[in-house]
């Protein structure tokens, strides 16, 4: 549930090509709304009809329809759901990215990340973020479970999936925490340009990032301390944050390791990216020995 709702997030990278305000506020109010709806009533269908012990994750949502409506339904259901999978992972590998492009942008990375087409489209920034996914799903779903030993090959992807979709839960919640900050930074040093824009008063600003920070908190505390599998054990021990209980584990280990492992290399990339773009720009001289305007604006 977590994951679900942290993904209205993603809309956001493409901010810039949003035409119309009210659009944000649309997609933020109604896209939250539609989750909450939607996941409590697949939860619902599945626990009053497919029996405990024929459930089984997302396909027991097919096994729902073919209970209900019959076997052509639940077949046509299932084909949906796979391709599910497939339409997000065009989407997202679209949406993000717009990360790398607006990083060449700011000269964070390499200038031809900033390339765009003649649609408009940051074509180098798509298929450097294809070719890194390619490769990672290539590495942790296919050579990984082919040299790993000891278990059969579904359950190895099961537990690189489930532990892989925590990671992201979990950075995800934290990126979170970092859009409410940006927020009341915005609130506190540019306000003629908030009070011009805002569509609500500051105190809901302020209460929705309080609230919002400690819901980030809390989702991150859940998802480090409850396996999502039952092939991966968290149950070696336990440790309490401000009275909560958080349980530790195979589990919570290889979810915190690839959380640190990940915000490493983001701080590394960001240093590297800093001094490189902190390097004054290369001027060309034009007549007279002088820089042109359009020459020093370019660069």
Known sequence: MVLALLGVEVPLNMGVEVREQRSVTRYLMWGSLVVVIAYLLATWGVMVTVPASGAAGITSVASVVSIGLGSVAGKITALVLALF?????????????????????????????????????????VWVQ???AALFTLVAFVIVPSVVGGKSSVNIQTEIYDVLQVAVTVIWCISIVVLFV???????????????????????????SIIGGLA?????IATLSGSWTPLISNSAGSFSIFGAVVSYGTWFWWVAGITVASLAV?????????????RPAPVRAGAGGTAGAGEAAGA
Request: proline share 3%; charged share 15%.
């Open 85 to 125: 999978f497939l339409f997000i992972t065009v989407v997202y590998n679209y949406s993000f990215a717009r990360l790398i492009f607006v990083s060449g942008l700011d000269r964070r990375l390499p200038k031809a990340m900033s390339h765009v087409n003649k649609a408009k489209v940051p074509d180098t920034a």
């Open 130 to 132: 294809t070719v890194i």
């Open 182 to 208: 940006d927020i009341l930074i915005i609130l506190r040093r540019f306000q003629a340009q908030f009070q011009a824009r805002r569509i609500a008063h500051p105190a809901v600003f302020w209460a929705c």
């Open 216 to 220: 980030s908190f809390v989702g991150i």
């Open 266 to 278: 983001a701080v590394l990339l960001y240093l590297v990216g800093h001094r490189s773009g902190d």
